[in-house]
């Protein structure tokens, strides 16, 4: 059976730097806000080319703290793609903001530049672009929007560690980078875990602030905060494979291009651009008859996964928010989309295999 995803051997190369983190972490007695996390925000921040770096709890969390720490009127509206995982509308929602939807490119399915503006209103605050699957979003024509109505920018990284528009790195281009690490990321840790990058000194403080309970000296609270800390032990296992994300990267990129040599045209497949370094946290093809092809594959000891089965306007929680609202390319994807094999564990005769397979459907 080829796995979609074992975390048990992707995880496997880093044991021994775990346990010894693990062990060090533990004799120490220091577990919330200590030399780990530090070193890891550091080093963080460094592989961004970004200046400041904050250790958060979730992905969802370093979205959360992004915008409020705006402290945006209640009610204001923010900008996010229709075919988001639904972690970045919640985010919005939690912020007592309201979250408009708008259609992704069917190309590269991040949010289309050339539908934003139509949804741009006085009471629009920000934009939240998501580099969905490890590709960067085509973010000049979005800097230009943002600059045109004076909009904030997020940047909803979950899925793009290391990723890269024009050789800058996703994260750096708005006001903050909001980093999930679940554990499936290019760079994830043991549990959930985030962070948030900014470049901004005052913005920076802001987010130090919020995530411990409104403090930057214990005990002293000047903001109505929360709690959200990136934990000793997450911080150390992240460090360790922080050192090795850039090989990952490339160990996914490469049998990326496997796949994109060889799949039959009748899969569409994802776009390839020069100005676009893509680090396929998830490679997804589409087809028609997705449903079927999944089972097909699972037939011949292949696993898959589809992200995501539900477009977020017919999600239960959000359905009724988006009742009188049509978003027909976001649906398609969602209908369509397939994702194959592609973990640091994978080999290139795994990702043979299931290219024979799907040639065979």
């Known amino acids: 059976m080829i796995e979609y995803e074992s975390l048990a051997l992707l995880n496997e190369p880093f044991h021994k ?111 939240v672009v998501v580099h969905l699957y490890g590709k960067s979003c085509n973010m000049d024509p979005i800097l230009e929007l943002c600059k045109k109505y004076n909009l904030k920018l997020i940047e909803d990284c979950a899925q793009s560690h290391g990723a890269k528009y024009k050789n800058k790195n996703t994260g750096t281009f708005g006001e903050f980078g909001a980093f999930s690490f679940y554990p499936t990321k290019n760079l994830g840790a043991l549990g959930d875990a985030g962070a948030i990058v900014c470049n901004d000194k005052e913005l920076a403080g802001i987010i130090r602030k919020l995530r411990n309970y409104g403090s930057d000296k214990k005990y002293y609270n000047d903001l109505v905060g929360y709690n959200s800390r990136l934990d000793e032990m997450q911080a150390a296992f992240l460090s360790v494979k922080l050192k090795r994300l850039d090989e990952i990267n490339n160990h996914k990129r490469k049998l990326a291009a496997i796949y994109l040599e060889n799949l039959k045209a009748d899969f569409i497949k994802p776009s390839v651009d020069a100005d676009y370094f893509d680090v396929y946290h998830i490679f997804n093809i589409r087809h028609p008859k997705r449903d079927e092809l999944k089972a097909y594959l699972l037939k011949n000891n292949i696993k898959t996964e589809i992200h995501y089965p539900v477009s977020p306007n017919n999600q239960v929680a959000l359905k009724e928010m988006f009742k009188n609202q049509q978003f027909p390319i976001s649906e398609e994807i969602h209908n369509t989309t397939l994702s194959l094999p592609i973990s640091f564990f994978h080999t290139e005769e795994d990702v043979n295999r299931v290219i024979e397979t799907m040639n065979n459907f």
């Open 17 to 127: 730097e775990y346990i010894y983190s693990f062990e060090s972490i533990l004799k120490s007695g220091w577990y919330i806000l200590g030399e780990n996390v530090k070193r890891f925000e550091s080093q963080f921040a460094l592989y961004n080319n970004a200046d400041f770096c904050f250790g958060v709890a979730s992905g969802l969390d370093a979205i959360t703290l992004s915008i409020a720490a705006f402290n945006f009127e209640q009610g204001s509206e923010i900008i996010v793609p229709s075919n988001t995982y639904v972690a970045t509308i919640i985010s919005v929602l939690q912020n007592n903001m309201k979250p408009v939807l708008v259609e992704p490119s069917i190309e590269t399915y991040n949010i289309d530049p050339a539908k934003i503006e139509a949804s741009i209103t006085k009471k629009t605050k920000a934009i």
